[in-house]
């Protein structure tokens, strides 16, 4: 951890390519997770996930499999998310923003509150 760096909160972030925000919620193989607060952020780990979209069918099971496994986020960057698998995060606690971009420029908005939680 950075020095001075004090605990905030996870953020998880779908990717294919570990650069861009770029991936639909449910057919994410894997979440980078991020924690972040108002000095800074950093990466803490990947998270293998179960896709809850596959083969154009949505699994309930997989969804809240995926849910569970973001349990101690509470923010989730995707580039697309369906208004159930929204609901079923927010009941969670978790805010989920469908955004197109840079993780490291989405990060450092999140950082510096330009992005609302």
């Known amino acids: 951890m950075k020095e001075g760096f004090c ?3 996870k953020v998880a972030v779908a990717s294919s390519d570990g650069k861009v925000v770029n991936t639909h919620f449910g057919r994410a193989l894997n979440f980078m997770i ?3 607060d ?3 952020w950093e990466f803490v780990e990947s998270r ?5 979209c596959l083969n154009g069918d949505h699994s309930e099971d997989g969804l809240l499999y995926t849910a ?3 349990s101690d986020c509470k923010v989730v960057l995707v580039a697309m998310i369906g ?3 929204a609901q ?3 009941q969670k606690g978790i805010k989920a923003f469908s955004l197109a971009g840079y993780i490291d420029e989405l990060l450092d908005r999140l950082t510096n509150q330009k992005i609302k939680i």
């Open 7 to 9: 605990m905030g909160y």
């Open 34 to 36: 991020f924690e972040v």
């Open 83 to 85: 208004p159930g698998a």
């Open 38 to 40: 108002d000095s800074g």
């Open 68 to 70: 569970q496994l973001l």
């Open 48 to 52: 293998e996930n179960r896709p809850a």
């Open 88 to 90: 079923v995060l927010e």
